[in-house]
């Protein structure tokens, strides 16, 4: 069982950055792969980033490319994404979640797969 606690988030302008953190507690979080997701309001939730176990592989969506940075600190227990540049339309509430299988490789872009999920952090973009 995996406890995940997003924060971070908030209001910023357009170009500004953000670092959203998911503290996690429970046993074996370094056995978990990690991904963040995002929902707009009216829209379905929809991959953002992910991180193998080691953080030797990460994968992003191709709208957050070169502006987000996905880590994770298996010391701490603590996943990040780091955004900056921000645009209008990043606004969302994001979420961070777990998932052991699949697995990175064949399992990390889609929200099914994923077994324990935070309650979410609304981040706001204004023009």
């Known amino acids: 069982q995996v406890q995940l606690v997003e924060s971070g988030g908030g209001l910023v302008q357009a170009g500004g950055s953000l670092r959203l953190s998911c503290a996690a507690s429970?046993?074996?979080?370094?056995?978990?792969?990690m991904g963040w997701f995002r929902q707009a309001s009216g829209k379905e939730r929809e991959f953002v980033a992910a991180v193998s176990t080691v953080s030797w592989n990460k994968d992003y969506t191709d709208s957050v490319k070169g502006r987000f940075t996905i880590s994770r600190d298996n010391v701490k227990n603590i996943v990040y994404l780091q955004m900056n540049t921000l645009k209008v339309e990043d606004t969302a509430v994001y979420y961070c979640?777990?998932?052991?299988?699949?697995?990175?490789?064949?399992?990390?872009?889609?929200?099914?797969?994923?077994?324990?999920w935070g309650q979410g952090t609304q981040v706001t973009v204004s023009s």
């Open positions: 979640a777990a998932q052991r299988a699949p697995g990175y490789n064949s399992g990390r872009r889609e929200k099914l797969n994923y077994d324990y």
């Open positions: 429970g046993r074996a979080f370094d056995s978990y792969t």
